[in-house]
């Protein structure tokens, strides 16, 4: 038993060690693209709703450039639906 937490424990050590640190975490958790949308000024700037979609540069090459797009697409729709005068959108970068 000891032996088997000696392999695992130096196992986990090089595994940490060999990471970048944009794929740290063994991929479990990936980068999202994270924006929200907000009212114009002269409404007070209030919050209408906020995204955060998820990619993998590694996995899927592209997917950066697709989330983005999806995060200005999704806070647009809802800057249209629900913005009464207007709106403006901040983030979507990664």
């Given amino acids: 038993m000891r032996k ?8 986990f050590s090089i595994i940490i060690i060999n990471q970048k640190p944009s794929h ?16 114009e000024p002269e409404l007070g700037n209030k919050k209408i709703h ?5 990619y993998n540069e590694s996995k899927n090459p592209g997917s ?22 207007g709106y403006w959108i901040s983030g979507c970068l990664p």
Avoid: H, M, W
């Avoid at 740290?24 to 009212?39: E, I, M, R």
């Avoid at 999806?70 to 005068?85: F, M, P, S, T, V």
């Fill in 4 to 11: 088997i937490l000696i392999i695992l424990t130096i196992s």
């Fill in 24 to 39: 740290a975490f063994f991929g479990l958790f990936d980068p999202t693209v994270s924006g929200c949308v907000y009212q």
């Fill in 50 to 54: 906020c995204v955060s979609i998820k």
């Fill in 64 to 85: 950066l450039k697709k989330a983005e797009r999806a995060c200005y697409r999704e806070l647009n729709y809802y800057g249209r639906k629900y913005g009464e005068i």
